[in-house]
């Protein structure tokens, strides 16, 4: 094996033509030199410090890729002392071997030296991979680490705490930030600005605002001057804790410290109004933003669409436009595509098509969010050819499917039937290397399960699990709901199991379906035990679970029973529905129990329920009966 790597070395100088200094030679010589079986592995020849150095300094990077594993800790460290100077090169030389080959130490050394790049990024991501690799263990043992690195190196500035900071930040590992500010506190370290900016922004995001606002007051108490984005963060803070007053204070308070508030502290309040349906409170903020000198934007603008249009106010939002060129607010594809949701939502295809053209003729290019909701809407309404038409649109103006688009595809082919067409969708998302979503996955196995495919069905359930994709409920629903109505209780209820084992709580869905199965093989008291077993989970029964029950009793012409449990349905608060009648009416009509079916029927009408084609077949059938019953007499 020696042998070998000496004589790729001897190949690899001869074929590069590259001289060899003497240094090298020797380290390269020393490499050759036949192993003493007596000697231990440890004490083997390395390439030296000087060596090493050398090459690097002559940027010989195929060399070292050949000699790394050859270096020891000792020489690279000492390397690492010598070009603390030179951060580009130690950046490079981490790039060229693997991270592994480098013990904590020297891989701390390296983050020191490249924090002092111009360029944060490369220390960043040498962080990053360490924090990924495990081997330092907690924060506490890496701040350690970087500590005593910067000292050896006799590096005065922090800057690489604010870069681990940033780095769990990155991670969205929210414990190992919060401690290593305080760590950085307990030196004497005062993080910067930018990065205690990052972490509000971080807790924001994972929904821990009480931490937000203990990191707010510390940074007060330590006097870490506010820039605008962290108001911004504070005021998004308030918004979700649904503190709009004092998010307005906030404005003023910025004010105050002479700083000036933008569009997006604005648009932050603005957003948090609409989306409570409080439109004059945004208004207000609108002309309270203009009359200080802040010009509405596009979003500013969009968020109140939206919200009207979530009102079903949709011409009322559609009015904003004009407004908007009134006061030379540019027009965007998101006011657009707001309308045409708006609208597709409504079963206005003609209008939403009328503001998709407008888009065109306003030189604004329509983005795969319009055509996703266009396609889906027309789907929904069986047009296939105008489907193919907007697919093809979409490819003339070379704007690609993203997975929004194929899943919209996926459902609606799923749900027309059309199986073949589902999967060679699938097919051709995957080869055009778009990553499938969960979404898709609960589409694909939906519709092998209404096509009675439940093998593939479970195969594919299977496969999505290998990938990585992790299951929710729907998916779950989807699955159990197949088994029952291709009547495999057994498998139904091994994935009740398999959920549980992995923390997925069933709800009342998964429990309907369940019990729906059991009805259908007749098996009502089964049924029944899953009602009180959902009670005793915190799962409230909902009217379908009663239905449900009903059904599977009255099916079974036990008619006392069912309506005990139509009694116990109104008890808990539920009013019967439509099918509660007819079901109740159906047994009773079974059950030549014609006159207690009619009256049935005068209680449903005088709750302003209306009779459909069902109830009054079930009584033609029963009076059918009752008219031969008195013939045969």
Request: glycine fraction near 6%; include cysteine; aromatic fraction near 6%.
């Amino acid at each position: 094996m020696n042998q070998c790597r000496a004589l790729s070395i001897q190949k690899l100088t001869q074929c590069c033509q590259i001289p060899i200094r003497p240094q090298l030679r020797a380290s390269f010589s020393a490499l050759s030199q036949p192993r003493n079986p007596d000697v231990e592995i440890g004490s083997e020849p390395s390439v030296s410090e000087r060596s090493l150095l050398d090459l690097i300094s002559s940027s010989q990077w195929h060399l070292i890729k050949q000699v790394a594993c050859d270096v020891n800790s000792s020489a690279i460290s000492s390397t690492f002392h010598s070009l603390r100077k030179s951060p580009e090169l130690v950046i490079k030389f981490v790039e060229q071997v693997e991270l592994g080959s480098l013990d904590v130490q020297n891989c701390c050394l390296a983050v020191i030296i490249a924090s002092s790049n111009p360029s944060p990024k490369p220390a960043l991501q040498l962080l990053k991979k360490i924090v990924a690799d495990g081997r330092v263990g907690d924060i506490n043992a890496l701040f350690d680490e970087l500590w005593h690195a910067r000292e050896v190196l006799g590096v005065e500035t922090s800057v690489v705490f604010d870069l681990l900071i940033n780095c769990y930040c990155e991670m969205k590992r929210g414990e190992e930030v919060y401690k290593c500010f305080y760590l950085m506190k307990e030196k004497g370290l005062v993080a910067k600005i930018e990065s205690c900016n990052s972490m509000l922004n971080l807790f924001l995001k994972i929904n821990r605002t009480d931490t937000v606002w203990v990191l707010y007051a510390e940074m007060f108490r330590m006097k870490i001057s506010s820039s605008v984005y962290t108001y911004n963060i504070m005021i998004n803070v308030l918004c979700k804790e649904g503190k709009l007053k004092k998010a307005r204070e906030f404005v003023g308070d910025m004010e105050s410290l002479g700083i000036k508030p933008t569009v997006v502290t604005y648009n932050t309040i603005i957003h948090a109004y609409c989306v409570r349906g409080r439109l004059e409170g945004a208004r207000n903020v609108m002309k309270l933003m203009s009359s200080r000198g802040v010009k509405p934007d596009s979003y500013s603008y969009n968020s109140l669409m939206s919200a009207m249009c979530k009102e079903g106010r949709a011409e009322d939002a559609s009015k904003l436009l004009s407004e908007m060129e009134e006061k030379q607010v540019a027009l965007t594809a998101a006011n657009f595509n707001t309308l045409i949701d708006a609208y597709c939502n409504k079963g206005d295809l003609e209008e939403a098509l009328g503001y998709k053209n407008e888009m065109v003729k306003r030189r604004i290019k329509p983005t795969s969010s319009t055509y996703n909701m266009v396609i889906h809407a027309l789907l929904m309404e069986d047009k296939a050819a105008e489907v193919e038409a907007m697919i093809g649109e979409m490819e003339e103006k070379g704007i690609g499917f993203d997975v929004v688009t194929y899943n919209i595809l996926i459902n609606g082919y799923s749900k027309c039937g059309n199986l073949k067409k589902a999967f060679s969708l699938y097919d051709e998302m995957l080869s055009k290397g778009i990553q499938a979503t969960r979404e898709t996955y609960t589409l694909l196995i939906y519709v092998l399960s209404r096509h009675k495919r439940m093998k593939e069905a479970d195969d594919l359930f299977q496969k999505t699990l290998k990938k990585g994709v992790r299951p929710d409920i729907l998916m779950y629903n989807v699955l159990i709901d197949g088994h029952c109505a291709n009547g495999n209780m057994e498998r139904a209820f091994s994935l009740l199991k398999e959920m549980e084992s992995k923390r997925i709580k069933p709800d009342e869905v998964t429990y309907n379906t369940l019990m729906h199965g059991r009805c259908r093989e007749g098996k009502v008291e089964e049924a029944r035990e899953l009602l009180d077993e959902m009670r005793k989970r915190g799962i409230e029964p909902d009217h379908v679970s009663y239905n449900t029950l009903i059904s599977g009793y009255s099916k079974r012409g036990d008619l006392k029973d069912a309506f005990e449990v139509r009694d116990e349905m109104f008890g808990v608060g539920f009013n019967p529905t439509l099918l509660t009648y007819n079901t109740l009416i159906e047994g009773l009509c079974k059950n030549q129990e014609g006159e207690q079916a009619e009256e049935l029927l005068r209680e449903m009408v005088s709750r302003g329920i209306a009779p459909d084609d069902s109830t009054y077949l079930s009584l033609i059938e029963a009076m059918g009966n009752d008219a031969s019953d008195a013939q045969s007499s």
